[in-house]
């Protein structure tokens, strides 16, 4: 259980999003302070274990496939070599044994720079047993230099961390109940009400909350390879209006692997960059013919693209125009109005389109993932006739017809190239491609993606395949007049992107997750998860929903189980 | 203080010969100039820059009038004579004609007031003088050097005595007689040793002066030119009553120089301070100077502070994390073009980068029109920064938008450095200038590759400085 818990925290983590949990009714999380980064709890442990045993999830972590990653991982989540305590102070059977029902698991700030762990677990009916684990680990903690592990047993609760402080905050909280806990704070509890809106009253086995730029920072320590400008652009852009997100988790239910159902929560106005999460409800839930039926997953979304591209504009004038105002619309007007420029009125491209935003993507072991976002137009010429003049005199773009379209594709990387050269200024679009075709404005990560799209013969269409009219049933009783996309994923739950991009995160220190001092024993290495591939075997087709609410985005998505 | 002063005007000379127009230069968007045709160059070795420098000017910075007092003993023929004196002297220069180096003759006047007692055989004397110097010495700088000749000087000394006291009984008249009698003899012995001294230091300082000054100049510029092949050759030094005048070839070997020399092309200057510049020696300058250097704003902005004297303000990174940098094209990286009252400047860079982040190659061109009015030089750019790609293949090519990105985003960076007008209200000098030797701009001429400006001094001492007149 430890270790698929783990897991499900390195992969959120690997997304941006992360671990943590939530929900209103578990009363360990008033024992957590409201400052919290990350928070993970199970209203019943032992439920939660048999739930997830029963999935595919918990199959394919079983999977011989993954054995040099669970080596790797076993190894690296010990709190010693010779103990099987994990870095959390127990061992994955103590705390089946001695868990009453709930569980917390939260990660805490510690002065300016540190953080610590709060593992916290009601043993009411296991106090006996918890004493046991408190003595041996006190006595571990006097014993062994390095991974001290603190630890209280106070009114039913056992508490472990690895910051003395920590613990006794949480003591005190449990004797003398605040306002200010983590379950007592604005974010929490409107991500755990609109979640637990969502997802009904059948009972849940796992609820998460997390503070995604606090997470963020936390993640670039333990893991350099992770390490990037773009968050700390994003959040000085305004992006810092997205404060928290959480939800809830169900397993092995009757009809799924996993029902999920997550809020966003953006309370306040968007400004600068944040306008480029400018989205309109979804009117119709039609996908066109021409989408492959092989595709992994399709994403619609009805995402306004002349309010976006002001919100790009702050986005520009941040990264690239020492944060001068009002340069991205200077570069839209040269654009536009230099005589020798391609003379293109981008905001008015951008009124051309009639409809949401879609997003197909297609991951294979040798290419990685592909994906291609179409967005439909209501002059197709006009769109053509603005990428040749974009892009004709263009040394780095070439002009490849497919029938009758042309495809411009940007060359990829040279391979004689200067790896210490600085990047060319803005996005990489290195093999890139775009096109205007069948009233639709085509923008691919891979020319051959779209070649293969737009090349005849069409292959089976996507709206005839079995398995998306039963996704489309189940999204579409779902939807709500607030839903601004939908998603459909044939394939493995639409995973393999984040899978892959799990794998490329390469070493992650655990230790320095849960807030310990750098170490190589505790180095987890993600590049030894085994190729994507194997996630069909396991994981079966999903669907998903995104409500925009006036505080936030809701989410919801199933998992469906895996057919053998 | 004379050696460091003439380094202080020498070295401005030079920054002046070497850079002339700093970063005043550009081109336009739209072509409202016409770039005239090229010239038909030839390999030759004429001079591309010419310096003149009046003899107003370097007085106005040199000359001195000071006044000293001080408590004197000497012994002449036997007898000590103690008291104060008060000197009044004038330091100044004039030039003289030369055709083949800059003849100058330094001249210092001095005017020794001074009251004295001696006392001889029982008989005190007190008395005041007036001692008259004027001595000269003249250096020739020609090409290979120094020419310094001896230091002249005349003096004459009259005195007055004016009491004389005799502490004894007899022979008073005697005494008296014979204080009077000396007095002759005493004030040529006073001259003739003034005449000595006044050599022997003005030889002396003019000596160390030189010394220091060469020791000065060549770890200041010499050095560091010759390290980067950016030494001009010195081709002609000459001076006439009025002026010295500097003639340079900014141009190594491999290196173009002009077509046509400076009196064919442009009538002589008249100012105080004249430059006549051949865009060859720009270019030249700049080109042993960045080309295939990648240099980053505060990088370019030491580079042109140490070769030029220049500290541009609008290359001061404002920002650490975004610095610029640009990576200079090999061949012609920076160039000018004088032609009609405009001024083009030319960029090639192979790429520039902004922080992490690379922005590709591009030729940049403005153009200014440079006037001067109201004392003041004026520029105006002539329409936008003209960018376009290094690798453009028709001239008439639009751009892709790509590029039109990069060229929106270095068309507001570069306007920093090359804003749509600017204003000097004086030409740039070395720190602690004299306000006596200010100068303001007078002409302007940018015609047939050679930019031609004169400045004058702004007091009203236009008439040749005076031996006698108080400064």
Redesign the interface.
Known sequence: MRFCVSLLCAVTASWGLSAAALSRELALASLVPDNAIACLTTPDLAQLDSQWTATGFYRLWQDDALRNFQTSFHQASRLSPDVEQSLLGVSRQQLLEVASGEVCLALIPVGERDTGFLLLVDVSRHKAEAAQIEAELRLRSSTTAGMVRNCFLEEGVLGITNRKELAGEALERLKNPSDESLLASSAYQIVAEQSHAAAGSAPVQLNWFIDPWAFQKLLTRASPASASNSWNQLAAAGFQVIRAAGGMMRFATTEHDMEHHWFIYAPGEREKAARLLDFKPLDAWELPAWIPANVDSVVEVHWNLAGALTGYGSLFDAA???G?EG?FE??LD??YQ???????DIPALTKLQTGPVLCLSKTSADRGTAIVYAVKVNDEPQIANALQ?????????HRKSIGKFDIWVFAGTSADEDES??????PDLAGYALCAAQDYLYVSTSATALEKLLSEPMPPELIEDKMFLALQTQAVAQRTMDSIGWRVTPLAAGLRPLYQDLRATGIVDLGQVLGDASSDARQVDFSLLPAGEVLPKFIGAGWGLVDQLEDGWLMRGSVLKHVE | MWSKTLSRILITICCWLLVAIPHSTVTA??PVYETPPKLDFESYSLPNLHVGISTNLINAVLASNTRTRAPFRENISGTTYRGTSTTDAQFSLRTEPDDDGIAITLLWNATIASRSYSTTQRTDVSSRSTTRITASKKLIRQVDGWQVEPAQASTTSRSQITGVTVRRLFGRRVARRRAYQQRTAVDRSIAHRAALRTRSEFDRTIDVMLASWETDFDRRVRQPLTERDLLPTVAQLQSTDESVELAFLQAHDEQYGTATGLVESVPPSAGDFSVSLHQSAFNNFTTNLLAGERLSEDQLAAQLSKHLGLKPLELLP??SE?LWSIDFYEENPLRVEFHNGIVIVTLLARGF??G?????GARLRVAYQLSVADSQLVGQRQGRIEI?PL?TGQE??????????????L??RFERLFPSEFTWSQPPVPQNWPPSAKLHFSKLQANDEWLILDCRLSSSRTEKFSLNGTN
């Open positions: 690239y125009a020492e001068i340069t200077a570069v040269d654009i230099e005589p020798d420029g391609p003379q293109v003049r974009m892009f004709e005199t263009d040394e780095g773009v050269d600085a990047p060319t200024m803005g | 968007g739209e404002s920002d975004k980068q902004i992490d982040q690379a922005i590709p376009v690798t008439n090519d639009n751009v892709g938008v790509r590029f039109q990105v990069f060229r929106s985003m068309r507001r």
